[in-house]
């Protein structure tokens, strides 16, 4: 007896078809955002566009490690200095957004597009701004006899041009910060700024060829405690729990704030679901007890963020700053 083919309705066809495409899509995604990293033997490589020794370096392999420790897969920071970590920067924006290449960038983020005439990147498009991970309020320091902030504006005033403070290099936030600070008060302050992150930059600070300079305060702490510093204020908007008695700078000029950040970006394009993944793996290593405490006792803040308040952050910097570097006319004209 022959058998007659099975029929189905057109309806049952339907459902059954969008039922098929739903977990095919569902395990094809599923497949994505977890990679099998382990059996492909590929290494996620997180660029830090800076030497290796400085903040971003530091913060960048803190994050590395915490990714492998926490996703039990291979991440490895590679240094690629340059340019004011530009160069870095563009290697990110011209990898696949496969999430294989990861970026550690600092607050120079923010201002780099109106330091440089023609990057090869846009700052906000040609990126996925993961997140945030530590923010520190800058000091700013003196190792000459002011005994505060206004003594050291009373002697700018009195004398325009002199009163000096170094920097490691033009554009960063140690340069554009003092600028900052000295339109606030309505003085001509002289920078001095250290090519290539500034060798002598700290040792001509201790020894006193200039004013002041203005930095996190995890680098400058050491030396105010041992007394080769003087801070006469921070620039967070509340005292530092670490220097309880010094004033804010914005207790003598309101509006005044200055601290700088690391995160994380990604090329452009990341699926939202690997970043999801990778910042709450950063969350939770940045505030596991001994890391954190750590961090804290050193100047940093944690600040793990979504996507989208780190771009608002970057914005908002980009903005105020840029409008002093057009002031200024620095950078490439």
Not at 202 to 215: E, F, I, T, V
Request: charged residues 20%; positive net charge; proline residues 7%.
């Amino acid at each position: 007896m022959r058998t007659m083919p099975m029929t189905i309705a057109p309806t049952r066809r339907k459902t059954l078809f969008v039922s098929g495409m739903a977990a095919c899509l569902a395990t094809c995604a599923l497949a994505f955002v977890a990679p099998a990293r382990a059996e492909s033997g590929k290494t996620t490589q997180v660029i830090v566009p800076y030497s290796a020794g400085g903040t971003t370096d530091r913060i960048g392999r803190l994050v590395a490690n915490s990714l492998s420790q926490e996703l039990g897969e291979p991440f490895v920071v590679v240094n690629k200095p340059g340019a004011g970590g530009t160069l870095g920067t563009a290697e990110v924006a011209r990898a696949k957004p496969d999430g294989y290449t990861l970026g550690v960038v600092f607050d120079s983020q923010a201002v780099n597009q109106h330091m440089f005439r023609a990057l090869s990147y846009d700052t906000f498009k040609s990126f996925t701004y993961v997140t945030l991970v530590v923010s520190a309020p800058h000091v700013l320091v003196t190792s000459k006899p002011y005994a505060s902030l206004p003594a050291l504006m009373q002697a700018a005033k009195a004398r325009p041009g002199t009163v000096s403070f170094g920097s490691t290099g033009q554009g960063t936030s140690n340069h554009l910060y003092p600028l900052l600070l000295g339109n606030l008060a309505h003085v001509d302050l002289l920078p001095v700024p250290y090519q290539g992150g500034g060798g002598s930059f700290l040792p001509d600070l201790l020894s006193g060829r200039y004013d002041m300079a203005s930095g996190t305060l995890g680098y400058f702490l050491p030396y105010i405690k041992d007394g080769r510093l003087h801070a006469l204020a921070t620039g967070g908007v509340k005292r530092s729990p670490l220097l309880p008695n010094v004033p804010t700078v914005a207790e003598t000029y309101p509006g005044f704030e200055a601290s700088s950040w690391v995160g994380v970006i990604a090329p452009a394009g990341l699926p939202k679901e690997v970043a999801d993944k990778l910042r709450n793996a950063i969350r939770r290593a940045f505030n596991a007890p001994a890391l954190k405490e750590q961090l804290l006792a050193e100047g940093y803040d944690i600040e793990v963020s979504s996507s989208d308040d780190f771009v608002a952050r970057v914005r908002a910097e980009s903005d105020r700053l840029g409008a002093l570097i057009k002031d200024k006319k620095l950078g490439e004209q």
